[in-house]
C-alpha cells in the first residue's frame, strides 16, 4: 500500500503543528458556516401530511412529540422491499442515546415509504428504539425530493434538476428506474401552532452526524473509498466486513 513516510519524531511534530492550525481554520469556517445555517429564512409547512405510526395515523406536528424540533432522517425504504437500505441502516446503527438531543428540545425520527408493519418489524430486528413513521400515502417523500418520480414532481434531488445530474460526473440516478428513494435529512421549527421547514441536507450531507467516517477521517487509512486521495490506501477487507 501507498502509506506515510517514516520521518523522526520532531519532523512528524513540525507537520503536525502545519496541519492543526489549518485545522483551526477549518473549525472558525464551520462555525461560520453553522451560524449562515441557523440564518437561513424558513418555509412555512401547511401541507396536512399524514404519517402511520404505532398509534395509528399522525401528523406532522405529531412527529415532534411536544417539542420545538425535529430532525428526520428520511430512511430509504421503498415499499417492496423486505428490509432497509444497508447505508441507511449503518447510520441509524451509530445513533447513541438520544436524551441529550431531548434536552435541547429537539426530536428525531425516521420516516420511510415502506408500510408501517415493514417499518416495525425491521426496527425490531435491529432492536432500535427510535420513532419511525411511514409517510405511505401522503406527499411528504416527494416533496422533501428523497422520492424521485418525474410522474409526481419534476426531477430533483441535492438541489439539481435531472439536466444538471444528466452532466455531473457522478451522475448514477436519472438512469435508475423510477420511482426509487434515496436519502436525506430534513430540519423543522415548531412555533405555536405553525410548522416551518428549516433545513435539508442530502447525498453526503448527513456524514457529519456518523461516527464511523469522521473517525476513519483522522486515520491514516482514511475511509478506504476509491474518491480518496493520497490514492493507493485501500486494504484487503477485514473479515468484518463480509458481515455487512
Not at 473549525?27 to 418555509?43: G, H, I, Q, W
Not at 483522522?218 to 493507493?232: D, I, S
Request: net charge negative.
Amino acid at each position: 500500500m501507498n502509506l506515510p513516510d517514516v520521518v523522526s519524531r520532531d519532523e512528524w511534530l513540525v507537520a503536525r503543528k502545519a496541519l492543526l492550525a489549518e485545522e483551526k481554520e477549518f473549525t472558525k469556517r464551520r462555525d461560520a458556516l453553522n451560524t449562515r445555517r441557523r440564518e437561513l429564512p424558513m418555509v412555512l409547512v401547511d401541507k396536512p401530511y399524514v404519517f402511520t405510526g404505532p398509534e395509528g395515523s399522525v401528523s406532522l406536528a405529531d412527529l415532534f412529540e411536544g417539542r420545538l424540533q425535529l430532525v428526520v432522517y428520511h430512511f430509504m425504504f421503498q415499499p417492496e422491499w423486505d428490509a432497509g437500505c444497508p447505508n441507511c441502516t449503518g447510520f441509524v446503527d451509530e445513533i447513541g442515546s438520544l436524551e441529550y438531543l431531548h434536552g435541547t428540545n429537539t426530536t428525531f425520527a425516521l420516516v420511510s415509504r415502506a408500510p408501517y408493519e415493514k417499518l416495525a418489524a425491521y426496527r425490531a430486528e435491529r432492536g432500535w428504539n427510535f420513532p419511525w413513521y411511514s409517510s405511505s400515502g401522503s406527499d411528504f417523500n416527494y416533496d422533501y425530493h428523497v422520492t424521485l418520480d418525474e410522474s409526481v414532481l419534476p426531477f430533483e434531488y441535492n438541489y439539481r434538476t435531472k439536466a444538471e445530474w444528466d452532466v455531473h460526473p457522478a451522475n448514477g440516478h436519472t438512469q435508475t428506474q423510477q420511482p426509487f428513494d434515496l436519502h436525506g435529512l430534513s430540519c423543522f421549527l415548531r412555533v405555536d401552532e405553525a410548522i416551518h421547514h428549516t433545513y435539508s441536507t442530502y447525498g453526503r450531507g448527513p456524514d457529519a452526524m456518523t461516527f464511523t467516517p469522521t473517525a476513519l477521517d483522522l486515520t491514516a487509512l482514511g475511509r478506504q473509498e476509491p474518491w480518496e486521495k493520497p490514492t493507493g490506501r485501500i486494504p484487503q477487507p477485514t473479515p468484518e466486513a463480509h458481515c455487512h
